[in-house]
């Protein structure tokens, strides 16, 4: 979020530059600036325009390929030819502020963005557009206030903008002069605005108060009402009196932490000045007290942070769990640690709102790179359109909200987006503007998940210390570091002489006869044993003479393809090779293809997948794949024959574990279908969103269905012991059981845990706390068939049924005539009972609708959990819940999610519950370990127990004792009527 008066500056193209920089720039360039997006579906006739302009080949039948795009060009409210893109965005995303001299002499602009405006087109991408998604032309800020100041404003440009303290609510209804109101029909914005200004020693951060007030808040018309500064600019002094000196200033939402960029303008406009001059040091300070000109820590290395700032307390809480980039320390692409007092080369930094990550420019202004808590602290150069060359492009400034879906989600109202942002499904993802080009594009991270050992994204690594491209490396995606070092390979630059990027998603290596990609072997490549997925998008560029290799680990597992394109894959079992092909179809020259392989040890399934789409299925004897020690290699040296194979490679991953269908497909850009779903059936009281609905289309409830499901809850014939699933639901205790945790006959590999209810599970996926069934139709007999629950078997309880007149007489009224007691039968009903349990038309509900009110303690806890408290990261929706599986930073035996999964990542993961009825559900969380919701709100604003890698929504909190007992009285205000 900076804002500086400098012209955009762009080299002039070398010869061999020239073709790139000339030619006409293509309406729609493949999108994902570090990580695949996840599948969306978009009209078929795009996939034949990509297919056109980027070379992908699908195979047949043509699929509806979800292709990520990039906007540039396509964010407007900037002028790129002025001001290079300067500007600060509200915590919000909702107001923009930016430096503008299009009309004269530079101002002040601000800007309201109208997300209830923004559409999106038939392949998904949000259109922004000038005067509608914004409004144009914005609003001067009126510096009149900070005239009186002995630093003059002319000449200061602004560079962040954080929330004023003191504010309960910010943003907050107001009257037309800015004045709290409940009923007020304007929306405030009490800022903290930071701003860069001369000084003898170079240029100066200063810090004043600043108030935008927007007229029709939230609708399509949103505009300025007012803005101004509220006082003069009073430079920042450290706590011994020094100025804080440096440019592009960017600030975390409370504005106690700066990161900006070295002030070495001397240095970089000397004569003859290298463009290394540019990749100045980025620097951070800190404030105790936010909003406090004065007693800012002395400047420093941003490689610091952790290093000497980490575990000082701020208000009793440590650094690093108030700004989470502190917690580790940072690394280089290579791995490499940044020692203390190291540079960190960088400039145009964008530190996120929590503290987490800094977005910046690297190697001058070329290359835009993310590091901090999402990238296991490793500097990650973005690969994608965010990043389409090397030199051709200055990348400036760019800005972001926060991380999405969760607390940061862009363009929320209350717990539910309203704009097509991001259009990238799954999490996480960064939703990023990069001001000069005018683009926007999203970063997601899919691939380091604990489980993939190798990520290889094919483009450069940029040098630890130094900051500059390494054409000679790869890096690794994966977080394991297991980088790729290019032997006789060359990236496009290098290859063909031309400054661009020509990957499916963003950069890609060539790859002659005698070339590869050498992986050194290390401990992590020895973790495939029992399952292997090996995965690659592929572009034949010339015939090649005869076998060759895509990738392979000698002795363990491999990929290649023959002289006439088709695939075979393989893995070395006890010694011997168990493989299949020729697989259909045939890769093309020219095209692209994505080829991906897996292997299940455990069963000896192996299958293939073309371009997302399941090509060969073979079972063979089960068995562990064979480790080796040897060197993993991509690409062809020393397989081909005697002729000169060509071959561009782009995402080469190996996984150990068997992807899933859906994640191939996701790669692949091959969407698969979802369920049919359908709102037939549920009636849902005030509060609850028909769009949140999960019931298939399938399985409608019908009052017979849902009558019959109700006397099968509570029958205790379908057990053994004489219990019933109503034993454990209550209906009289919110359908649990009061117990800390189920009082199970005897504890299996999965331990005990607390009682979930089963109110609102209409708008639910996946179920119990480690999401083990995949539906409540699933979920229905599990317990039943549970030795250590009900106890019984599919064939006692038909039998029990089909003995029963009753129940023979009830299946056929449900289900129709002829119709009895079934496995598919008994889930259905019992599914269908559970689902019309709803719970809602809450005093939250009136008053959200309008027609009931809150006491001021609720009202309070209402703006806290929307707001500081952080609670709508996870309880979101109508439901008060994401249906997504969180470490929340209670560790125990317990390991979650994991114990389902077999996933890394799912360590310690459990669902997340709904919030309704919390008076009738207690106790609380997984393990029941928290017997009253005051506890609950405690361990979250320690930001969880445990210091081992909680969720990035979990942070520590310094609520207040009456901040803590107004977010409880709210959770009790979600009781139902």
């Known amino acids: 979020m900076s804002i500086r008066r400098e012209p955009p500056i762009r080299r002039e193209p070398r010869l061999d530059h020239l073709a790139l920089a000339t030619r006409p720039r293509l309406p729609l360039r493949a999108e994902d600036p570090h990580m695949i997006t996840q599948p969306r579906r978009i009209a078929a006739l795009a996939v034949l325009v990509f297919a056109a302009l980027n070379g992908v080949t699908p195979a047949q039948p043509v699929p509806v390929f979800p292709v990520p795009i990039s906007t540039d060009g396509l964010f407007p409210p900037f002028n790129p030819n002025g001001i290079a893109g300067g500007h600060a965005q509200t915590w919000d995303g909702r107001v923009i502020i930016m430096a503008d001299d299009s009309n004269g002499p530079e101002v002040w602009l601000v800007k309201v963005i109208r997300p209830e405006a923004l559409t999106a087109n038939s392949v998904g991408e949000p259109e922004f557009q000038a005067g509608v998604t914004f409004s144009d032309p914005g609003a001067v800020l ?335 995606g994966s977080g394991f570091n297991n980088v790729g070092y290019l032997e006789n390979s060359a990236f496009p630059q290098e290859a063909f002489g031309v400054d661009g990027t020509f990957g499916v998603v963003g950069q890609s290596v060539v790859f002659g006869e005698d070339s590869l990609i050498r992986v050194p072997h290390a401990p992590s490549l020895e973790n495939v044993t029992d399952s292997v997925t090996v995965q690659a998008w592929v572009q034949r560029l010339a015939p090649v003479g005869s076998f060759t290799r895509v990738v392979e680990k000698p002795g363990s597992y491999g990929m290649f393809i023959d002289p006439m394109g088709n695939v075979y894959v393989g893995v070395v079992v006890g010694g011997g090779v168990k493989f299949m092909g020729p697989l259909a179809p045939e890769l093309p020259i020219g095209g692209w293809a994505h080829v991906a392989f897996a292997y299940n040890g455990g069963t000896g399934v192996m299958q293939a997948w073309i371009n997302g789409g399941s090509v060969a299925v073979q079972t063979f004897p089960a068995g562990f794949v064979d480790g080796s020690q040897l060197d993993l290699i991509v690409g062809p040296a020393g397989t081909s024959g005697g002729g000169a194979p060509m071959l561009l490679l782009d995402e080469v991953g190996v996984s150990n574990v068997v992807r899933t269908e859906y994640e191939i497909a996701r790669d692949a850009f ?119 629950e009900m106890n019984s078997t599919i064939a006692g309880v038909l039998a029990f049924l089909n003995s029963s007149p009753k129940y023979l007489t009830k299946f056929q009224d449900a289900f129709g005539p002829g119709i009895g007691p079934s496995e598919d039968t008994l889930q259905r009903a019992l599914a269908s009972y559970q689902r019309v349990q709803l719970s809602g038309d809450s005093r939250v509900d009136r008053f959200e609708a309008g027609v009931g009110s809150l006491t001021p303690t609720e009202r309070r806890g209402y703006g806290l959990f929307h707001g500081r408290a952080r609670c709508v990261a996870c309880h979101t929706g109508s439901n008060y819940t994401d249906e997504a599986f969180h470490d929340t930073g209670i560790h125990s035996d317990d390991l979650g999610r994991y114990l389902s999964s077999g996933r890394q990542i799912d360590h310690w993961r459990f669902k997340t519950p709904t919030l309704r009825d919390l008076a009738l559900t207690g106790p609380y969380l997984h393990d029941g370990s928290a017997t009253t919701l005051r506890q609950v709100v405690d361990i979250y604003d320690a930001g969880g127990i445990s210091e081992r890698t909680p969720d990035f929504e979990i942070r520590a909190l310094g609520l207040t004792e009456q901040e803590k007992d107004d977010l409880v009285a709210f959770l009790l205000a979600l009781g139902s009527n």
């Open 142 to 476: 009126d510096t009149s206030a900070a005239t009186t100041s002995a630093i003059p404003v002319v000449g200061a440009t602004a560079c962040a903008v954080a929330q004023a303290p003191g504010f309960d609510e910010n943003p907050f209804p107001c009257t037309l002069n800015g004045t709290s109101s409940a009923q007020g029909t304007y929306l405030c914005y009490e800022l903290l605005l930071f701003a860069e200004i001369p000084s003898p020693v170079g240029a100066q951060l200063a810090l004043t108060r600043a108030r935008v007030i927007v007229r029709d808040p939230y609708t399509a018309s949103a505009d300025v009402h007012d803005a101004r500064l509220l006082g003069p600019l009073q430079g920042l002094l450290t706590s011994i009196g020094n100025p804080v000196i440096g440019i592009e200033c960017s600030a975390t939402l409370d504005g106690r932490l700066l990161v900006f960029q070295g002030d070495n303008a001397a240095v970089e406009n000397a004569p003859g000045a290298d463009p290394a001059a540019f990749n100045i040091n980025l620097e951070y300070c800190w404030n105790h007290n936010p909003g406090d000109p004065n007693g800012w820590t002395e400047q420093s290395n941003v490689a610091n942070m952790y290093h000497v700032d980490s575990e000082v307390l701020v208000d009793g809480i440590p650094f690093h769990r108030r700004c989470p980039i502190a917690r580790l320390p940072l690394r280089g692409a290579d791995g490499a640690e940044y020692r203390p007092f190291d540079f960190y080369r960088g400039a145009y930094p964008w530190i996120s709102l929590d503290g987490t990550e800094i977005v910046h420019t690297t190697d001058g202004r070329a290359a835009l790179t993310i590091v901090g808590a999402i990238t296991n602290y490793e500097a990650v150069h973005i690969d994608g359109p965010l990043n389409p060359d090397r030199y051709v492009t200055e990348r400036l400034f760019t800005s972001a909200i926060g991380l999405a879906p969760g607390f940061w989600t862009p363009f929320r109202n209350r717990r539910r987006p309203i704009a097509p942002v991001p259009y990238t499904a799954g999490r996480p993802v960064y939703s990023l503007y990069s001001a000069n080009t005018q683009s926007y594009g999203e970063v997601s991270f899919e691939h380091r998940d604990g489980d993939y050992l190798v990520y290889l994204h094919m483009n450069e690594l940029i040098l630890t210390n130094d900051g500059r491209h390494d054409p000679s490396r790869t890096p690794d």
């Open 670 to 788: 091959f969407p698969l279908p979802g369920p049919t779903l359908t709102t037939a059936g549920i009636n849902l009281p005030l509060g609850l969103d028909a769009r949140d609905l999960r019931v298939p289309a399938s399985n409608v409830p019908t009052p017979e269905i849902v009558g019959l499901g109700a006397q099968l809850f509570h029958e205790k014939g379908l057990s053994t012991n004489g219990t019933s699933c109503a034993t454990c639901h209550d209906p009289g205790s919110g359908f649990s059981d009061g117990l800390p945790v189920a009082n199970l006959a005897f504890e299996s590999f999965i331990p005990a845990r607390n009682t979930p209810t089963i109110l609102n599970r209409a708008f639910s996926t996946h179920q119990f706390f480690d999401g083990r069934a995949l539906s409540l139709e699933e979920q229905a007999l599990l317990p039943v068939l549970n030795p250590a």
